[in-house]
């Protein structure tokens, strides 16, 4: 029987299904309140505040019906009532999909001379920041009709996409692998992970092959999809008259195309600690050459632990206490009002998320197996969610929503305020060494591995902007490049590992996941200034927590202390990655 206290509170969003029927029946009223608007931006000041609020207000109503009901149906899955109230939401959205189609080229369409009028104009204090940024998107916005007409055809755009997912997740076999303890088990997407973290070689193997064969036999279906929504990206920038569609991509944050590319060639500079750590990898397991099924196996198997839930709580707890006693008077709340859903169960979505709206609690989906792992998963979510709170307690609805820039930042300092706890109260050589390659697998997958995808993403985008469609074989042979440049000398790969790119469904997402590696980045630079007790440091913190979206990314950052515009945080998260590698070798003895 599982505890109610181990289960989210959804009640306080909405006591009753009655309850959310009413609110979603008022979602329909007030975007035709919204409309109502149209054709009347340019008559005042007070007439464009009004209607930005309106937007607001349907808008914010929108995201608390839809948070309940995804919220819901992911407690159980299999449940039809729940799955139909959220497709009812998904149906209403799209019926409404045009509903501020209007809205954007009517502001751009306001003389100048008024506009900087109405910019100066009290009313509009409030919104000043958001109609500048909307401003600065003026060259690359089209008419109301084009714009119309591009938002009807975001679903028929998007089949590249979906035919990857469904490809991927639904209509792939990847047969059966036989185990360690010798019985053949089906190889899932997530089985997988569980299989490259065996001991045994052979087992690490066998699915590696089994897996990427499988992709290897599709390679040039995957190859077209990939070609599609790479191609929709480019088309989508020349449209919006955009220079590239990494600029395209990038200016939604105000984030220049020099973060981007500096990241991958400060990356570059750094690999020699990279190649360093899979040479002691290499040592460790006894290995001739390492291969990319040997990268996930923990270096010391034995000094896994297990922690049930309060434990897990008590560690976070303690390993947050440099973020002060506010910080953790408030992190209680996750507990005392019942924020997490805790256990796993039938039915329930798996993996871990943070999730809410302005108008609810920042709650948290667990599915907690008392792994170390999953400590430090609690430790990243909530993260995620203390990050919304804060926001949310400090910005008006308009301004509280962070951008993906920094959404990383605040879930990964935890993990590293976590690790440092973890390590400075332990006495154990082998447990230490464990939390040493478990942090240097962490730097290694989101720093380095993040950003060899970057590059890749890049390199697609680039060779279509070309005029080069993506073949299998051509990306199969960039892909297999890239690989050996990043792992080095140390690694002798399966040639299968060219087609790794057909299972990233990043790589649909448009330059996404260069944030995953300016995130750690930052996170490890904020969590070393925290954890040295620096008064000011912590306020900088605080600072960021509160931002929400009242500024650009890249000042939000520098206001916390950590400037992204520059090298230097990425070079100060490999030297650290090079520091923690020479530690996990002394603890090793070698």
Not at 207 to 232: Q, S
Not at 394 to 413: D, K, L, M, N, R
Not at 478 to 504: C, F, M, Q, S, T
């Amino acid at each position: 029987m599982i505890s109610e206290k181990q289960t989210w509170d959804l009640e306080v969003l909405y006591p009753s299904p009655e309850a959310w029927e009413k609110d979603f029946n008022r979602i329909r009223p007030l975007a035709e309140a919204f409309l109502a608007f149209r054709g009347r931006l340019a008559e005042s000041p007070a007439v464009l505040r009004d209607a930005i609020a309106a937007l607001d207000d349907f808008e914010r109503l929108g995201e608390k019906v839809y948070t309940f009901a995804h919220l819901r149906s992911d407690e159980n899955t299999a449940d039809n009532t729940n799955r139909a109230r959220v497709d009812r939401v998904e149906a209403l959205f799209a019926s409404l999909s045009d509903t501020s189609a209007w809205f954007e080229p009517e502001v751009m369409a306001i003389p100048e001379e008024t506009m900087n009028a109405f910019l100066d104009a009290p009313e509009l204090a409030l919104y000043r920041r958001s109609l500048v940024e909307l401003l600065r998107e003026k060259p690359h916005t089209l008419s109301e009709p084009e714009e119309r007409l591009l938002g009807t055809l975001g679903d028929v755009l998007g089949y590249p996409d979906k035919t990857f997912e469904i490809l991927n997740d639904a209509d792939l076999d990847f047969g059966r692998v036989r185990g360690e303890d010798g019985r053949m088990t089906a190889l899932t997407h997530g089985s997988y992970r569980r299989f490259l973290e065996s001991a045994d070689r052979d087992v690490r193997r066998r699915a590696f092959r089994k897996m990427f064969g499988t992709y290897h036999k599709f390679r040039n279906t995957f190859a077209t999809t990939l070609d599609g929504a790479v191609k929709r990206h480019v088309v989508s920038a020349r449209i919006r008259h955009y220079p590239s569609a990494l600029a395209r991509a990038l200016a939604p944050d105000n984030v220049p195309e020099s973060v981007y590319r500096g990241l991958i060639s400060t990356v570059h500079n750094g690999l020699d600690g990279f190649y360093d750590y899979m040479k002691l990898r290499r040592e460790v397991m006894n290995l001739d050459n390492l291969d990319m099924f040997d990268m996930y196996n923990p270096l010391l198997p034995a000094c896994r632990r297990e922690y049930d839930f309060a434990e897990a709580v008590k560690l976070v707890r303690e390993a947050l206490a440099p973020l002060g006693g506010e910080y953790a008077e408030k992190l209680s709340l996750a507990f005392s009002q019942r924020w997490i859903d805790v256990p796993e169960r039938r039915g329930k979505r798996s993996g871990a998320y943070s999730s809410g709206c302005y108008d609810s609690y920042p709650y948290l989906l667990l599915n907690y197996n008392r792994t170390l792992n999953d400590v430090f998963t609690l430790a990243h979510e909530l993260g995620h969610s203390m990050h919304s709170f804060y926001s949310n307690a400090t910005q008006p609805y308009h301004y509280a929503g962070y951008s993906i820039f920094v959404a990383e930042v605040a879930s990964t300092t935890n993990e590293m305020l976590l690790f440092r706890y973890l390590l400075d109260r332990s006495s154990d050589r082998e447990f230490r060494a464990f939390l040493l390659g478990h942090l240097a697998d962490e730097i290694r997958g989101t720093i380095f591995r993040q950003t060899m995808f970057a590059e890749f993403e890049l390199l697609a985008h680039e060779l279509v902007e070309q005029g080069i469609p993506l073949s299998a074989d051509l990306l199969n042979e960039k892909y297999a490049e890239l690989n050996a440049l990043y792992y080095g000398p140390e690694v002798d790969a399966d040639p299968l590992i060219a087609v790794e790119w057909a299972r990233i469904p990043h790589f649909y997402y448009n330059f996404y996941v260069y944030k995953y590696a300016t995130g750690m980045s930052a996170a490890i630079q904020l969590a070393e200034r925290l954890a040295s007790g620096d008064p000011a440091g912590r306020e900088a913190y605080f600072g960021f927590l509160k931002a929400g979206d009242s500024k650009d990314v890249l000042d939000i950052m520098k206001d916390a202390g950590v400037d992204l515009s520059t090298p230097a945080p990425v070079e100060a998260a490999l030297s650290y990655f090079r520091s923690t590698v020479g530690q996990l070798r002394r603890e090793l003895g070698r």
